[in-house]
């Protein structure tokens, strides 16, 4: 692989910080997932979750809910884990934008009114992961080293 590429995609300088958020986040994404998926946590799962996006004009639904749903509980896992952070956290930081323009705009701020603050603060949390990285408790470290990405005599997984 790449080695230009690799380093951009797994080397993070990023230290405890970028745990102790990418964690919670993952954690609130993959549960939301989880509940457009599954159904689990009271949601209504694929289905419910596929009629409701059509209801509002994301068709097909299902697709929709599918790839909302997808994006939130495995990219919260990737997140969690700090598997292909960058990533997961660019695909999700693009979920919440599509929420917040599809859903909660027209709604104002507050989330009382059904507003877009709590996608728009999941959207600044992933976004600053996808331009941060995973940090320096995560497997993309791991990855790092075995693809050969570590270079410049650093040890990625130490963050040194």
């Given at each position: 692989?790449?080695?230009?590429?690799?380093?951009?995609?797994?080397?993070?300088?990023?230290?405890?910080?970028?745990?102790?958020?990418r964690?919670?986040?993952?954690?609130?994404?993959?549960?939301?997932?989880?509940?457009?998926?599954?159904?689990?946590?009271?949601?209504?799962?694929?289905?419910?979750?596929?009629?409701?996006?059509?209801?509002?004009g994301?068709?097909?639904?299902?697709?929709?809910?599918l790839?909302?749903?997808?994006?939130?509980?495995?990219?919260?896992?990737?997140?969690?884990?700090?598997?292909?952070?960058?990533?997961?956290?660019?695909?999700?930081?693009?979920?919440?934008?599509?929420?917040?323009?599809?859903?909660?705009?027209?709604?104002?701020?507050?989330?009382a009114?059904?507003?877009?603050?709590?996608?728009?603060?999941?959207?600044?949390?992933?976004?600053?992961?996808?331009?941060q990285?995973?940090?320096?408790?995560?497997?993309?470290?791991?990855?790092?080293?075995?693809?050969?990405?570590?270079?410049?005599?650093?040890?990625?997984?130490?963050?040194?």
């Amino acid at each position: 692989m790449n080695t230009q590429f690799t380093q951009a995609l797994f080397h993070s300088r990023g230290g405890v910080a970028a745990l102790v958020l990418r964690v919670p986040v993952g954690l609130i994404l993959a549960a939301h997932g989880a509940q457009k998926l599954f159904g689990w946590f009271g949601g209504y799962g694929l289905e419910g979750t596929g009629q409701w996006l059509a209801s509002i004009g994301l068709a097909p639904g299902t697709l929709m809910a599918l790839l909302a749903g997808g994006a939130e509980f495995f990219g919260g896992l990737a997140l969690v884990l700090g598997l292909l952070a960058r990533p997961a956290a660019l695909v999700s930081a693009f979920t919440m934008l599509v929420a917040i323009f599809a859903v909660h705009i027209g709604n104002g701020l507050f989330m009382a009114n059904n507003g877009y603050e709590y996608a728009l603060t999941l959207f600044a949390a992933t976004a600053a992961l996808a331009i941060q990285g995973a940090g320096r408790f995560a497997l993309d470290n791991l990855l790092l080293e075995r693809l050969g990405g570590a270079g410049h005599g650093r040890s990625a997984a130490s963050g040194q």
